[in-house]
């Protein structure tokens, strides 16, 4: 835990009551006491630092001031092919961490129907995963996530109301690479990524994303399991990102 988050309605003028795991985690893990200071940020608002007020029992009592923006996020909306539910966790977490804007989750023939059952889809789960990848981050904002339980409503209604100077297509095959795009000028700024499953989207998927305006690529011979490369992925785009700004 980077950053100690808490909602707006916890915040009671300027101070911070917390009896729950961040309570722990300030007396067990940063052994903290009344006077030490420590970085907090609002959810979706301002951060800045909590002056250790109280320490008693279970129970920590902070003084807020906020002062600090949210860290900067990637202008990029991730689309992925719903995987596992093993593998969302961690993708959830790890989008959050490496600043995606939004995450769509949606359906591909590729995709077993049960995977839209799971427990992780709750929305407190979710909500829960990104919060630690804000925590590790150091950042505030919650990337927003939307489920679509089916393709063509999507590709046909959603995607061509996305604001995207680009939009990249991740899919076993292709020739060209992400490198590729960046040789030949594409944006890599305010895009959409979409990654699908490990076996990758069907024909007519394929086609439905280039009938959208996408451009295909891939990450060479190798397949990597679905939370791999979107990791890679999302490095690669900010790493070429800052290439181009250099």
Known sequence: MNVLLFDENELLGSTLHLKDRRATHITGILHSKPGDTLRVGMING?????????????????DVQLT?????????????????????????????VLGVRSIHLIRSQRVEK??????????????????????QAMDTKLPTITIHHRFKPFIEDVVPAMNSAAKLLAH?????????????DVSL?????????????????????????????SMGP???HVDTAVVALLSQLQVLHDLRNF
């Open 172 to 184: 076993p095959g292709e020739e060209g690479t992400l490198t590729d795009l960046y040789g030949a």
């Open 114 to 135: 049960s995977f839209f059952h799971s427990p992780v889809l709750q929305p407190e789960n979710m909500r829960n995963l990104l919060i630690e990848g804000l925590e």
């Open 222 to 224: 190798r397949i990597l």
């Open 46 to 62: 301002l951060g800045g630092t909590g002056r250790v007020l109280k320490v008693e029992d279970s129970e920590v009592i902070l």
């Open 189 to 217: 700024d305010n895009n959409v990524l979409a990654v699908g499953p490990e076996g990758g989207w069907n024909d007519y998927e394929v086609d439905c994303f280039y009938d959208a305006g996408f451009h295909g690529f």
């Open 68 to 96: 600090s923006s949210p860290a900067p996020k990637m202008t990029l909306d991730l689309i992925l092919a719903l995987p596992r539910p093993i593998m969302l966790k961690r993708i959830l977490k790890q989008a959050t």
